[in-house]
């Protein structure tokens, strides 16, 4: 099938709500999109077209995307009973959507359960948790979280838990750390995690960490959010020899289209435009934005303008698909957004929200890629480690 024809029926086929209905159609598949703590629990109706963010249904459909897996997330705020509670009321969230809009989205617990929501041209939702820490230090959480449909759990967020370490703790030269990696405990929820076929998530986690999760975990391991470290120098982004060690697994790196993942030269750049506007940077410190990413995204809300600016290409995407591929192979990668709902951050041009999924297809066949390299990268390839992990659950 010539791309142009693939990209054309993409569009067709997500605007009348027939999406995959045919086995010979791609599967668009965001691995981690943040909507339900960045907007839902705002008190956003995504079930409709929204004038603000980047993600409600109308706008995922006319992306083409078939199965979303939405990213339960809480900050270090969120540890233990409070943490666990807290990614409970956003998985109920989910679930009272889909129960208002059952012609619209679902939640599937497997591959199979979505694939048979979107040949009903129904959005597949799936949940992944974002942060240990939301855990507390109880496999019976866990074993509760996987009931409820949790199909990965990303190992760490920014902030260390008690039982594994962080890519931020990790890497600071300031903080010194008692022990790095998994402890006893984290062993045991990697070995959890494999027997409740939900899928060790590595994106976060200290280098420490990941490779004992590498020699503990028996199932391909996924990183919903990660890019290529070898392009774009931060802690968040993976080596190659780490790239490699996760295609030996058989698992899958997302690619993120967060800005400060994809361009190293993108926080100078935001320094520089802060250094242009000192009043109004004091004054929204002064509000209480004291985070750095607090402090850019409401930057970027005052001064929308600045958001163009610094949105990186969506060629820049593609070239860290480009090195994962080098690396590891082309069933080795996949799309994990990053999308926050509210978010004010620059994703790149053509991927400022969730309808742009048919531009990244066409930048990829632009690039050299085949109608099947892109059915994989935008979906296949997590499809296959998802299911990987879910049939070797231990019944």
Excluded at 180 to 195: P, S
Excluded at 196 to 222: Q, R
Aim: glycine share 10%.
């Amino acid at each position: 099938m010539k791309y142009e024809v693939l990209l054309s029926l993409v569009w067709l086929l997500a605007s009348c709500g027939e999406l995959s209905k045919r086995k010979a159609d791609p599967i668009v598949v965001d691995a981690h999109n943040d909507v339900l703590s960045g907007t839902v629990l705002k008190g956003f109706d995504i079930s409709v077209l929204l004038d603000t963010g980047n993600t409600d249904f109308v706008r995922l459909k006319a992306g083409g995307v078939g199965l979303q897996i939405f990213a339960v997330f809480g900050d270090q705020r969120y540890t233990g009973s409070q943490g666990f509670s807290f990614a409970n009321r956003q998985i109920d969230s989910l679930y009272a959507l889909a129960r208002r809009h059952r012609d619209k989205i679902g939640v599937a617990h497997t591959v199979l359960q979505a694939k048979e929501m979107i040949a009903e041209g129904r959005i597949a939702g799936m949940v992944g948790l974002e942060g240990g820490h939301m855990m507390g230090d109880d496999l019976d959480n866990l074993d509760s979280l996987a009931k409820r449909g949790v199909v990965y759990m990303t190992l760490t967020w920014n902030n260390s838990n008690t039982w594994a370490t962080s890519s931020a703790d990790e890497e600071d030269a300031g903080k010194q750390l008692e022990w790095k990696g998994l402890t006893d405990f984290g062993k045991q929820v990697v070995r959890r995690m494999n027997k409740l076929g939900m899928a060790v998530d590595v994106s976060h986690a200290g280098e420490k960490t990941f490779y004992d999760v590498i020699a503990v975990s028996k199932l391909p391991i996924l990183a919903s959010h990660s890019n290529a470290r070898a392009l774009c120098n931060v802690h968040r982004n993976l080596t190659d020899h780490q790239i490699s060690a996760i295609a030996k697994t058989g698992g899958v790196v997302c690619v993120t289209f967060y800005a400060p993942f994809l361009d190293d030269t993108y926080n100078q750049r935001i320094e520089k435009a802060m250094q242009r506007y000192p009043l109004v940077v004091d004054s929204l410190k002064a509000a209480g934005y004291d985070s750095h990413d607090r402090l850019t995204a409401a930057l970027l809300s005052v001064k929308p303008d600045l958001g163009d600016e610094l949105r990186p290409p969506i060629g820049r995407v593609v070239d860290h698909i480009d090195h994962i591929v080098s690396v590891a192979g082309i069933d080795h990668v996949g799309i994990g957004s990053d999308y926050f709902g509210l978010a004010t951050f620059p994703y790149p041009d053509g991927l400022r929200d969730v309808t742009g999924y048919p531009r990244l297809a066409q930048a990829l066949a632009d690039r050299g890629y085949s109608s099947e390299d892109v059915t994989k990268i935008l979906g296949a390839n997590v499809l296959r480690v998802l299911q990987d992990n879910i049939q070797a659950k231990t019944r």
